[in-house]
């Protein structure tokens, strides 16, 4: 069975600053991986995903993953926070390509000015 | 053009009545999704249709019946409606690129 874990139900962070979201994942076979986020009464919408090529991922509006596959991780990072990147991120992971996703519980990031 | 729309955005009805949500996508994915959202932000898969056939059905009372009459459309009906079914509902499709394509989400507020 698969699971998804994201520490820190609530992350806040100062404008301009480090943004590091944790997820971490269990998976029987080889996962795909995916970050989503959420802004405020929106659908989810694709940040990023892990399909076993390279390791680094870059996604949309400055935003990047690392997997770990020792370490069952795969956080999201961004350089330098934005308010407009204040959201709900959830984390994903599915093994069947295009179903059976699993969802993290979420992480919500505050921007502070 | 919305990839994935749901009707309608907001819902507001009294327990025990029975209401529906429809969904459509138009970009031309076989397998489409209703997801819940409650009011943690916690997202549950509820069912999952590939090609019209139901594929993944998790334990949801049989109160909530999807329907798809073709693989664009996915609805979901539910009846008598009880007080914790109050949530959003999400409707998704993906393809063979894996990813997701969410709807905006229909909020359904039980009173």
């Known amino acids: 069975a698969q699971s998804v874990t994201q520490l820190g139900s609530h992350v806040s962070v100062s404008e301009g600053a480090l943004v590091l979201l944790r997820c971490n994942y269990s998976s029987s076979v080889p996962p795909y991986l995916f970050w989503y986020v959420q802004y405020p009464n929106q659908g989810l919408q694709l940040l990023l995903k892990y399909t076993s090529a390279a390791t680094l991922v870059k996604g949309i509006n400055g935003f990047e993953a690392e997997f770990k596959k020792s370490e069952t991780s795969f956080h999201l990072t961004k350089p330098s926070a934005h308010m407009s990147d204040a959201a709900e991120y959830f984390c994903a992971v599915t093994h069947n390509y295009g179903q059976n996703f699993v969802f993290g519980p979420g992480t919500r990031l505050s921007v502070l000015p | 053009d919305t990839a994935v729309s749901q009707t309608p955005k907001y819902l507001v009805t009294q327990m025990g009545n029975d209401k529906s949500i429809k969904c459509e996508q138009n970009?031309?994915?076989?397998?489409m999704y209703w997801y819940k959202q409650d009011s943690k932000k916690f997202l549950k898969i509820m069912f999952s249709?590939?090609?019209?056939?139901?594929?993944i059905n998790e334990t949801v009372p049989n109160r909530f019946s999807p329907k798809s009459p073709d693989k664009a459309h996915l609805n979901l009906h539910i009846n008598s409606l009880e007080l914790g079914d109050s949530a959003v509902y999400f409707c998704a499709s993906s393809q063979d690129t894996g990813e997701l394509f969410f709807g905006e989400g229909s909020r359904l507020t039980v009173l």
């Open positions: 970009l031309g994915h076989d397998t």
């Open positions: 249709y590939n090609n019209k056939e139901l594929i």
